[in-house]
């Protein structure tokens, strides 16, 4: 089931696309765009445009073919046309970006070192946090909704475990907790009495106090 932001993101793509497609079917020459209008020569041309005209990747035409998929789809359903346009298509692929920077080992051991003064802890929760993410791989979304009542320990082996539905995939994992994982919560728990995992974090200030631990660690 969707969340209420989940559906609006939805309408939002979904509206931009209907605008995107409105003023490339008027640009065609279409007044009103009809389902049997659409063709594959038409999808082509389209996807020429949103990458062309628009400059954008690849990747963000595909959302847009996604939206449009769905929508032939369903006409189909509704017997508004028995053959779905996309049959054949293909998308031009623009040039892969410049991969994005990773952090090394080093300067996650800048990070690790910092220390802080009594009123610098909004940045050792900031820090410590980020550390419970790298070593668990866990989204921030995950980190924020993970309930301590999740928390397990196998008495046979003595791992510790985390089971959670992630918010993206809708998939269940359960993730084992190293032991800097496990020190992490220990310090973040120190100063919650909160239900949730690592207390009540919010995404905004944690990126806000990420840029000024960059700049600590120099990185």
Do not use: W
Not at 132 to 143: C, E, I, P
Not at 181 to 190: K, Q
């Amino acid at each position: 089931e969707r969340t209420e932001t989940n559906e609006k993101s939805t309408t939002s793509k979904d509206e931009v696309c209907r605008r995107k497609l409105e003023k490339f079917a008027k640009l065609s020459g279409y007044k009103e765009l009809k389902f049997i209008d659409v063709n594959l020569s038409f999808l082509q041309n389209f996807d020429k445009y949103l990458i062309y005209t628009h400059k954008i990747q690849s990747n963000s035409a595909e959302n847009y073919h996604k939206v449009l998929k769905v929508l032939f789809n369903q006409a189909i359903i509704d017997e508004i046309i028995d053959r779905n346009p996309y049959k054949g298509f293909k998308p031009i692929k623009t040039e892969i970006g410049v991969p994005k920077a990773v952090l090394t080992s080093e300067e996650i051991d800048k990070l690790r070192g910092l220390d802080f003064a009594d009123e610098e802890q909004h940045l050792a929760k900031a820090r410590n946090v980020f550390m419970f993410m790298l070593n668990t791989g866990l989204r921030f979304s995950d980190v924020k909704n993970a309930d301590l009542n999740k928390l397990a320990k196998h008495n046979a082996t003595g791992i510790v475990t985390i089971n959670l539905i992630q918010k993206k995939t809708k998939n269940a994992v359960e993730v084992v907790l190293n032991q800097e994982a496990r020190m992490m919560i220990h310090r973040l728990r120190a100063t919650t009495e909160s239900d949730k995992l690592l207390g009540k974090l919010t995404m905004q200030p944690i990126n806000r106090n990420l840029k000024i631990l960059a700049e600590m660690a120099e990185i």
